[in-house]
């Protein structure tokens, strides 16, 4: 059983700052690419991803204010969240591409953490 908790959600002003922690526990063999998404009504949304090498990308609209990075010994991934606008409300979700054991491979999803900006 394979589990992602994610943390540090919650309501901030615009322009400030908020960071997200999802960690992975359970029957883990092998930890691939970790990303975050996001849904407001509407679509989910890819915003951040990480390889397991440590290449992060990032959609255009949050460029140069999210950071997303990955602790490997501790199978957790973070999004750190500076400058953040209304437009940034929502949703988020941490995601994870993994292996139970060599011939298992699927992805997982976390809770959501609810992410509000405003004033």
């Known amino acids: 059983q394979v589990q992602l908790v994610e943390s540090g959600g919650g309501l901030v002003q615009p322009g400030g700052s908020l960071r997200l922690s999802c960690a992975a526990s359970g029957s883990i063999f092998r930890l691939y690419t970790m990303a975050w998404y996001r849904q407001a009504p509407g679509n989910r949304e890819l915003v951040a991803a990480i390889t397991s090498g440590g290449t992060a990308s990032y959609i255009d609209s949050v460029k140069g204010r999210f950071t997303i990075s990955r602790d490997n010994a501790k199978n957790t991934v973070y999004l750190q969240m500076d400058s953040l606008k209304p437009e940034d409300t929502a949703v988020y979700y941490c995601?994870?591409?993994?292996?139970?054991?060599?011939?298992?491979?699927?992805?997982?999803w976390g809770q959501g953490a609810q992410v509000t900006v405003s004033s």
């Open positions: 995601n994870a591409d993994l292996s139970t054991d060599w011939r298992t491979r699927s992805v997982y």
